[in-house]
């Protein structure tokens, strides 16, 4: 089994800033990409920014040139650095994970989300 734990979430102001984290623990072989998602109330969930093993990035164009995305490898760690952040990016933050098992089985993973809110 995998899991997924993100922490780093709160309430902060317009024009601030938060880092989201998320450590992938338990039967990893290995993990492929990984990414943040983000659902808000009455919405679809959205992917915001990808990242590939090997470091190539993807990101949402609502976030580009505000959010960064990185990881560590040897930590099974992704982090989301989110910067001038604004009202509309309030939402649950999930972060997801394509991992391979100890028994070489691949699924992708989902953590339990963490709120983010941005208002004055």
């Known amino acids: 089994q995998v899991q997924l734990v993100e922490s780093g979430g709160g309430l902060v102001q317009p024009g601030g800033s938060l880092r989201l984290s998320c450590a992938a623990s338990g039967s990893i072989f290995s993990i492929y990409d990984m990414g943040w998602y983000r659902q808000a109330p009455g919405k679809q969930r959205e992917l915001v920014a990808a990242i590939t093993t090997g470091g190539t990035t993807n990101y949402a164009d609502s976030v580009k040139g505000r959010f960064t995305i990185s990881r560590d490898n040897a930590k099974n760690t992704v982090y989301l650095q989110m910067n001038s952040l604004k009202p509309e990016d309030t939402a649950v933050y999930l972060c997801?994970?394509?991992?391979?098992?100890?028994?070489?089985?691949?699924?992708?993973?989902w953590g339990q989300g963490t709120q983010v809110t941005v208002s004055s």
């Open positions: 997801n994970a394509d991992v391979v098992s100890t028994a070489r089985s691949r699924t992708s993973n």
